[in-house]
């Protein structure tokens, strides 16, 4: 399979490795990106095990708190350039579509289209909009959590790029359990490179677990390390990523001394995180291409194929 800048340049922003480490791995890959990573991860080239298909696209992640409902809703809604993404009246078409996820609850993308707005369906008023804005504009995704016997917060980063919807579970409200919730909120919010994407160790799907062990037993092997101590090193490092995936055990963002865990019974003895979504807007989707790729083709032109 031949090898493309395209793809090169996909693989690099995946892992932010080299551009001929890059190419090496999809050739030994017959170009199959998410077997390229690992490819990577195993040479220990891959600064981060994030998606090769996460590529950026334009438009935001908004939200919307109902005090009354005790109901807030997270919503991403694309549109194809950066500018009309911060407009105003783009930021009030994405407002409107999460109160609507809040008061109509639909089930999916589909039935939020068709959910009764004005005089008419929320499809109709994205229409209006369109012809009104210029530019094509789809709601990707949404998530909807209404809280009992708990609270939910949310948290949007970098001016809508990325936005979280948390929800904590407390014997009762008062003000120690609201700033845990924002703080777990800015806590998911803020991870990088990797994202946490469950709460505890038991919720870590088991394929995810193995897939994982079999990586950092290649790594080992792959630095040299004797078959009689690679358990060991193996356990260690699996502990460092449950550490990522896990938001309850990363060290907490305000203070690195202490974990998320550690954090709220300090502040909340009592208050759980019950559940979360993280939103990074475009990610999974393509782009246009834009001069990177370019750049990457000239660099690479004397590679071998």
């Keep these: 399979m031949e090898i493309t800048a395209q793809m090169v340049k996909e693989l690099r922003e995946a892992t932010n490795a080299g551009m001929m480490d890059c190419k090496k791995a999809l050739k030994a890959t017959d170009g199959d990106m998410e077997k390229a990573v690992d490819y990577l991860r195993e040479k220990g080239l891959a600064s981060a095990a994030k998606k090769a298909s996460r590529l950026a696209s334009e438009g935001l992640v908004g939200t919307y708190y109902c005090d009354k409902c005790n109901t807030a809703s997270l919503v991403e809604v694309n549109c194809?350039?950066?500018?009309?993404?911060?407009?105003?009246?783009?930021?009030?078409?994405?407002?409107?579509?999460?109160?609507?996820?809040?008061?109509?609850?639909?089930?999916?993308?589909?039935?939020?289209?068709?959910?009764?707005?004005?005089?008419?369906?929320?499809?109709?008023?994205?229409?209006?909009?369109?012809?009104?804005?210029?530019?094509?504009?789809?709601?990707?995704?949404?998530?909807?959590?209404?809280?009992?016997?708990?609270?939910?917060?949310?948290?949007?980063?970098?001016?809508?790029?990325?936005?979280?919807?948390?929800?904590?579970?407390?014997?009762?409200?008062?003000?120690?359990?609201?700033?845990?919730?924002?703080?777990?909120?800015?806590?998911?919010?803020?991870?990088?490179?990797?994202?946490?994407?469950?709460?505890?160790?038991s919720?870590?799907?088991?394929?995810?677990?193995?897939?994982?062990k079999e990586i950092l037993v290649a790594q080992a092997r792959n630095e040299g390390k004797p078959e009689k101590i690679i358990e060991k090193m193996v356990e260690g490092r699996i502990n460092k990523f449950y550490q990522e995936v896990c938001v309850l055990e990363q060290p907490f963002v305000k203070d690195g001394d202490i974990s998320v865990q550690k954090m709220i019974q300090q502040k909340?003895?009592?208050?759980?995180?019950?559940?979360?979504?993280?939103y990074k807007m475009g990610e999974g989707l393509e782009k246009k291409v834009n001069d990177l790729a370019a750049e990457v083709a000239a660099q690479t032109a004397g590679m071998a194929k």
Excluded: W
Excluded at 203 to 212: R, Y
Excluded at 268 to 278: E, L, M, S, W
């Design 80 to 201: 194809e350039t950066d500018f009309v993404a911060k407009t105003d009246e783009f930021k009030n078409l994405v407002t409107e579509i999460a109160k609507q996820v809040i008061a109509e609850d639909p089930a999916d993308v589909d039935a939020l289209l068709a959910s009764k707005y004005e005089n008419g369906t929320i499809a109709d008023y994205i229409t209006a909009k369109v012809a009104t804005i210029g530019e094509k504009i789809t709601v990707r995704r949404f998530v909807r959590y209404q809280a009992k016997n708990s609270i939910v917060d949310s948290y949007i980063h970098m001016g809508g790029k990325v936005g979280v919807l948390v929800e904590i579970a407390c014997p009762e409200v008062n003000d120690a359990v609201k700033e845990v919730a924002h703080d777990v909120a800015l806590q998911i919010a803020a991870a990088s490179p990797v994202a946490p994407e469950y709460v505890r160790r």
């Design 203 to 212: 919720e870590v799907d088991p394929s995810h677990l193995e897939h994982e």
């Design 268 to 278: 909340a003895p009592g208050a759980d995180v019950v559940r979360f979504t993280r």
